[in-house]
C-alpha cells in the first residue's frame, strides 16, 4: 500500500516530481484518477494518452503489428494508432488497470516505464508515464513483477468527501445529489456495502453519484422508475436512502429548514412520520456538523434549529423530539453539539430539561 494522498496533494506531487520518475497511483475506481490527470495536464497544454492494459488482449494490441520492410527485408513493427510521431511533444501515457494486464502485456510494459521505448521506438523526451491499479478484494488482478513496480512512485490516492463536493458544485451536478452525499458523506464511495462475493452487485461511487445526477437534473419529481434507475447506478441500499431523503421530501431538506422560512414548512413537517422526522433530524445534524453553511448564515441556523425542535413538542410527534435531543447527547455530532452550546443556549437549556424528564 502506497502514502495515502488526496486530489491536493496529488496536483502538488504532480508539480514537483520529474518527468522521467514514473507515478503509479493504487485506488478503487470511478475516484476520479483519470480525470483530474487529464485536466491537470491538458491545461498545460500536454497531451494525455489513456490506456486501459486490461482489455489488451495481447503484446500486440500494445506495440503494434510486425511487417516486413520491403527494402531491408528485416521484421519492424507498424506502430498503433496512438504512438506519437517524432517530432510530437511530450506526452503523458495514462496506463490504467496496470494490474489487470495480461503478464505478456506487462513484459512489454517493462521496457517502456525503464527507458521509455516500445519495439524499439522512444517516447519524445519529457514525456512521462503514470499508471493506476486497483486494489480490493472485489478485483480479478494480476500480481506485478517487484521489478516493474520497483521502477515507480506509489501513492494510495484517496480525494476527500469535500473536494468532491467542490468540484460537484463547479460542475453543476444535481442538487439533490449535492446535498444528499454532504449529509450522507459515507455514501460517497459505499464502503460500508463492500464485500467479497460482490459479483455484479452494485455499490456506490463517485462516478456513480455522476451518472445518477445526469438522470434526475430534469426531473423536478422523482418516480418509481427513477428509483430502479438509481439502484441499477449506485446499488438498492444507496438507492432507497437517497430516495428517501429527496423524493417527496424535497423541499425539507436541511437547507431548506435551517437557512429558509422554516414556520412556512411547519405543516409538512409535523405531517411528516416518525421515521421521515428521524431521517431529517439526522440530515439537520450533518448539516451543521460539516459545516455547510456560510458565517452569515449562522443567526437564521441558530433561530430555525430551535424552532424546530419546538414543532416537535406535540404528544405525536415526542418519539422524534426525543430522537432529536438524543443526537445531541450522543457525542457523534461534536461539531453540532458545540454549536448548539456557543450559540444556542436557551436550545441548549431545553435539551438539559428533555433529558431530565425522561
Same mark, same amino acid.
Given at each position: 500500500m502506497g502514502i495515502r494522498i488526496n486530489s491536493t496533494e496529488l496536483i502538488e506531487i504532480l508539480e514537483s516530481t520529474p518527468a522521467e520518475q514514473n507515478i503509479m497511483l493504487t485506488g478503487r475506481h470511478g475516484i476520479g484518477k483519470s480525470q483530474i490527470l487529464e485536466k491537470y495536464f491538458t491545461e498545460k497544454g500536454q497531451k494525455v494518452i489513456i490506456l486501459f492494459l486490461g482489455q489488451m488482449s495481447d503484446p500486440g494490441d500494445l506495440i503494434g503489428l510486425p511487417h516486413i520492410d520491403e527494402k531491408s527485408g528485416k521484421t519492424?513493427?507498424? %506502430?498503433?494508432?496512438?504512438?506519437?510521431? $517524432?517530432? $510530437?511533444?511530450?506526452?503523458?501515457?495514462?496506463?490504467?488497470?496496470? +494490474?489487470r494486464a495480461r503478464p505478456e502485456v506487462l513484459q512489454t510494459v517493462m521496457d517502456l516505464t525503464l527507458n521509455r521505448k516500445l519495439a524499439g521506438k522512444t517516447l519524445p523526451k519529457g514525456s512521462r508515464i503514470i499508471s493506476a491499479v486497483n486494489e480490493g478484494d472485489e478485483y480479478q488482478l494480476t500480481d506485478l513483477d517487484p521489478a516493474l513496480v520497483s521502477r515507480f512512485n506509489i501513492y494510495e490516492f484517496r480525494p476527500t468527501v469535500d473536494e468532491w463536493l467542490d468540484w460537484a458544485k463547479k460542475e453543476k451536478l444535481d442538487n439533490r445529489v449535492i446535498d444528499f452525499i454532504n449529509e450522507n458523506?459515507? %455514501?460517497?464511495?459505499?464502503?460500508?456495502?463492500?464485500? =467479497?462475493?460482490? *459479483?455484479?452487485?452494485?455499490?456506490?461511487?463517485r462516478r456513480g453519484w455522476e451518472r445518477v445526477s445526469g438522470i434526475i437534473k430534469k426531473s423536478s419529481k422523482l418516480k418509481d422508475v427513477h428509483k430502479k434507475?438509481?439502484? *441499477?447506478?449506485?446499488?438498492?441500499?444507496?438507492? /432507497?436512502?437517497?430516495?428517501?431523503?429527496?423524493?417527496?421530501?424535497?423541499?425539507? $431538506?436541511?437547507k431548506t429548514i435551517l437557512t429558509g422560512d422554516i414556520l412556512e414548512l411547519e405543516s409538512k413537517i409535523v405531517e411528516c412520520s416518525t421515521p421521515e422526522l428521524a431521517i431529517i433530524n439526522e440530515s439537520l445534524y450533518k448539516f451543521i456538523e460539516s459545516k455547510s453553511y456560510k458565517e452569515s448564515e449562522v443567526e437564521i441556523i441558530k433561530e430555525n434549529f430551535e424552532c424546530y425542535f419546538d414543532l416537535?413538542? =406535540?404528544?405525536?410527534?415526542?418519539?422524534?423530539?426525543?430522537?432529536?435531543? +438524543?443526537?445531541?447527547?450522543?457525542g457523534n455530532y461534536? +461539531?453540532?453539539?458545540?454549536?448548539?452550546?456557543? +450559540?444556542?443556549?436557551?436550545? /441548549?437549556?431545553?435539551? %438539559?430539561?428533555?433529558? /431530565?424528564?425522561l
Open positions: 519492424e513493427f507498424i %506502430m498503433p494508432y496512438w504512438w506519437p510521431s $517524432s517530432k $510530437s511533444k511530450p506526452v503523458v501515457l495514462f496506463l490504467d488497470e496496470l +494490474n458523506p459515507d %455514501m460517497l464511495d459505499g464502503d460500508e456495502f463492500k464485500r =467479497e462475493d460482490q *459479483g455484479l452487485v452494485k455499490t456506490p461511487d434507475q438509481i439502484a *441499477g447506478i449506485v446499488g438498492i441500499p444507496a438507492a /432507497s436512502k437517497f430516495f428517501a431523503v429527496v423524493s417527496e421530501r424535497s423541499t425539507l $431538506s436541511a416537535l413538542k =406535540e404528544d405525536q410527534l415526542r418519539e422524534a423530539q426525543a430522537h432529536f435531543v +438524543n443526537l445531541f447527547v450522543s461534536p +461539531n453540532c453539539a458545540k454549536f448548539v452550546v456557543d +450559540n444556542c443556549p436557551a436550545l /441548549s437549556a431545553k435539551f %438539559m430539561t428533555f433529558v /431530565s424528564t
